[in-house]
């Protein structure tokens, strides 16, 4: 049966979308929400008497957050990380390649610096035997052996350090590290001991040569008769601490040729006011203090040198360990 128009109705007609005033009189807003349970647009869930309870579906989606948005955030997120992870290990990598090569090269002038005194130390063992061998106690301490020693160290120690920069080897470069810090610390103590003990050390010495004057001329040490000839020669002096020093080797009122002012053959027969009269030992000991800035800047040289190369080994070594921790 069809329902009048003019019939009443509690149920009111909403206004169409097309009609052109809106607004509801005054109090017909409340009384309409009074009516049908509760005011429109408050937190109830009533609409015009139409209750409105969200089922479990509703409410889940009322509260949560579309996936696809959580997962776009998630992938943006884990790009820019990616992107700063990239950038960090390429300046890594560019860091790592910078001391790479300034390790190597060290390294290399390294190898020839040690490739020269080995040369220069076999030389002087072919040529003139144990060259400058001026202790009796330590025959072996000849210019010629503590020149070969030191080149094969420092040939061995650069070869270490160039394998292990150009390889990236963790191993080759901590080792090159150990050796060279070892070298170091042995330098840093003989130096120190060499000015705490300076008195003993003086004594000793000057003992030890004058027992070295004993063998001078014999056979089998030619390297210490050379030594000999040529520093009373070139420092214009005569024994160790005194031009006696030699008549208690000779036995007699007698010199080497080389402390003579004019050298001759049998010169060191003639009188004592022919000779040098000046000491070897405090000679050679007041050339060293006239030169010791010389010989300071020789040993701060030294010193850098290894420090530097200290210093790029454990930097490279800490750049390869950080590049297989965070770019492998």
Same mark, same amino acid.
Not at 247 to 253: K, R
């Given at each position: 049966?069809?329902?009048?128009?003019?019939?009443?109705?509690?149920?009111?007609?909403?206004?169409?979308?097309? #009609?052109? $005033?809106?607004?509801?009189?005054? %109090?017909?807003?409340?009384?309409?929400?009074?009516?049908?349970?509760? +005011?429109?647009?408050?937190?109830?869930?009533?609409?015009?008497?139409?209750?409105?309870?969200?089922?479990?579906?509703?409410?889940?989606?009322?509260?949560?957050?579309?996936?696809?948005?959580?997962?776009?955030?998630?992938?943006?997120?884990?790009?820019?990380?990616?992107?700063?992870?990239?950038?960090?290990?390429?300046?890594?990598?560019?860091?790592?390649?910078?001391?790479?090569?300034?390790?190597?090269?060290?390294?290399?002038?390294?190898?020839? %610096?040690?490739?020269? !005194?080995?040369?220069?130390?076999?030389? &002087?063992?072919?040529? +003139? *035997?144990?060259?400058?061998? &001026?202790?009796?106690?330590?025959?072996? &301490? #000849?210019?010629?052996?503590?020149?070969? @020693?030191?080149?094969?160290?420092?040939?061995?120690?650069?070869?270490?350090?160039?394998?292990?920069? !150009?390889?990236?080897?963790?191993?080759?470069?901590?080792?090159?590290?150990?050796?060279?810090?070892? !070298?170091? @610390?042995?330098?840093?103590?003989? @130096?120190?001991?060499?000015?705490?003990?300076?008195? =003993?050390?003086? =004594?000793?010495?000057?003992? $030890?040569? =004058?027992? *070295?004057?004993?063998?001078?001329?014999?056979?089998?040490?030619? %390297?210490?008769?050379?030594?000999?000839?040529?520093?009373?020669?070139?420092?214009?002096?005569?024994?160790?601490?005194?031009?006696?020093?030699?008549?208690?080797?000779?036995?007699?009122?007698?010199?080497?040729?080389?402390?003579? &002012?004019?050298? #001759?053959?049998?010169? %060191?027969?003639?009188?004592? *006011?022919?000779?040098?009269?000046?000491?070897?030992?405090?000679?050679?000991?007041?050339?060293?203090?006239?030169?010791?800035?010389? @010989?300071? !800047?020789?040993?701060?040289?030294?010193?850098?040198?290894?420090?530097?190369?200290?210093?790029?080994?454990?930097?490279?070594?800490? +750049?390869?360990?950080?590049?297989?921790?965070?770019?492998?």
């Amino acid at each position: 049966m069809r329902r009048s128009s003019t019939d009443e109705s509690t149920y009111h007609r909403s206004p169409s979308l097309d #009609s052109k $005033d809106y607004s509801f009189p005054n %109090g017909a807003f409340r009384r309409y929400s009074s009516m049908y349970g509760g +005011q429109f647009g408050a937190a109830s869930n009533s609409f015009f008497g139409f209750h409105t309870n969200p089922g479990p579906k509703a409410t889940k989606a009322k509260y949560t957050s579309p996936k696809g948005n959580k997962y776009v955030v998630f992938y943006l997120d884990l790009s820019f990380i990616f992107l700063l992870e990239l950038k960090r290990c390429s300046m890594a990598h560019n860091c790592l390649q910078c001391i790479k090569y300034l390790m190597f090269v060290f390294n290399l002038l390294f190898w020839l %610096g040690g490739c020269g !005194i080995l040369g220069v130390g076999i030389w &002087l063992a072919v040529t +003139q *035997g144990n060259f400058a061998t &001026l202790s009796s106690s330590f025959p072996s &301490l #000849s210019a010629a052996n503590l020149l070969i @020693v030191t080149g094969t160290f420092v040939m061995i120690i650069g070869f270490v350090g160039c394998i292990g920069a !150009i390889k990236e080897n963790k191993c080759l470069l901590l080792s090159f590290f150990i050796m060279l810090l070892i !070298i170091f @610390v042995l330098e840093l103590t003989v @130096v120190i001991l060499f000015f705490v003990y300076t008195d =003993k050390i003086d =004594k000793y010495a000057q003992r $030890d040569l =004058k027992k *070295g004057l004993h063998l001078y001329g014999t056979d089998g040490n030619i %390297g210490l008769t050379n030594a000999w000839s040529i520093i009373q020669t070139d420092f214009r002096c005569c024994g160790v601490s005194n031009y006696t020093d030699w008549f208690e080797v000779y036995n007699t009122t007698r010199v080497p040729d080389s402390c003579c &002012l004019e050298f #001759s053959d049998n010169c %060191g027969l003639h009188s004592p *006011g022919t000779w040098w009269k000046a000491p070897c030992y405090e000679t050679v000991k007041m050339w060293l203090q006239e030169n010791l800035l010389a @010989v300071g !800047i020789f040993g701060l040289c030294t010193a850098l040198v290894q420090i530097l190369g200290l210093t790029f080994a454990m930097t490279m070594y800490c +750049q390869v360990v950080k590049a297989d921790t965070y770019c492998a």
